[in-house]
Nanobody
């Protein structure tokens, strides 16, 4: 599966953005979908994940209550709704797809496929 993230941009603190991750191929519905981010000078970190079957996602503590992950298997697309954005949310956001649901779903190793990132910049 090939992934393409979009929807990033420059916003002010408190604003919202919705990122999209469009997947190619017919097997999207089999993949667990994750979002990661990497801020300048920092390591990549987990943001959120949603199982292949949908339902409630799992979130990093830093975004819990502000971000919502979702997916539309009919459209081969995963989303990350980001509300109440903070300057600390500034990063390149990447989506990832993994076939196996493991206890390591918050780690990069759980995902086989990665999209290019989309830059989110939050000004204060």
């Amino acid at each position: 599966v090939q992934l393409q993230a979009s929807g990033g941009g420059l916003v002010q603190a408190g604003d919202s953005l919705r990122l999209s991750c469009a997947a190619s191929g017919r097997t999207f519905s089999r993949y667990n979908m994750g979002w990661f981010r990497q801020a300048p000078g920092k390591e990549r970190e987990f943001v959120a994940v949603i199982r292949w079957s949908g339902g409630a996602g799992y979130y990093a503590d830093s975004v819990k209550g502000r971000f919502t992950i979702s997916r539309d298997n009919a459209k081969n697309t995963a989303y990350l709704q980001m509300n109440s954005l903070k300057p600390d949310d500034t990063a390149v956001y990447s989506c990832a797809a993994g076939l196996r649901w493991t206890t390591g779903w918050a780690t990069s190793a759980a995902y086989e496929h990665w999209g290019q990132g989309t830059l989110v910049t939050v000004s204060s």
